[in-house]
């Protein structure tokens, strides 16, 4: 009996190890109210299936402050998901490290185009992925914004 008991408490560890969501894994910052960074998203409320949108995502320094950061090319990753919390689009990181100097009080804006080619409701965030070099340390920041709602309907809906 004990060694069944065993086998069984293993499992369960081994299955609830083995899923997770793409944001279970990873530490990503929720609250931006102690960070001198905030992020902001913007996008259409209701597109058409096959319609070409863009994502407009902002990571702002609100502080006079300049900052030294690394990051890849594009800062942000984004997230759509289905009303079933899947993922439907592709992410791809590449590791190439980009150094600029980020300065006081201004914002990095970058745009992503997608289209969806299935109507229904739809979840949309970006997160930001970056590196703060100061007084001879590093610090890494994941900030997420807040999700936004795509409704994707066919042509005649609208």
Do not use: W
């Not at 530490?27 to 109210?33: C, D, L, T």
């Amino acid at each position: 009996m004990r060694y069944k008991l065993l086998i069984l408490v293993t499992a369960i560890f081994f299955l609830a190890g083995c899923t997770f969501s793409a944001e279970s894994h990873e530490k990503i910052e929720q609250s931006q109210e102690d960070l001198p960074f905030t992020v902001t998203i913007t996008l259409p409320q209701q597109i058409l299936v096959n319609e070409p949108f863009t994502i407009t995502a902002q990571l702002i320094n609100n502080v006079d402050e300049a900052f030294a950061m690394e990051s890849r090319k594009d800062i942000f990753y984004y997230l759509i998901q289905d009303h079933e919390s899947r993922l439907i689009n592709t992410i791809v990181l590449p590791e190439m490290a980009v150094h600029r100097t980020f300065s006081g009080s201004t914002a990095i804006t970058e745009q992503y185009t997608y289209k969806i080619n299935e109507p229904g409701i739809y979840e949309v965030a970006a997160v930001a992925e970056f590196t703060v070099e100061a007084d001879g340390s590093k610090k890494e920041h994941k900030i997420k914004t807040e999700k936004r709602r795509l409704e994707v309907i066919q042509s005649s809906q609208k």
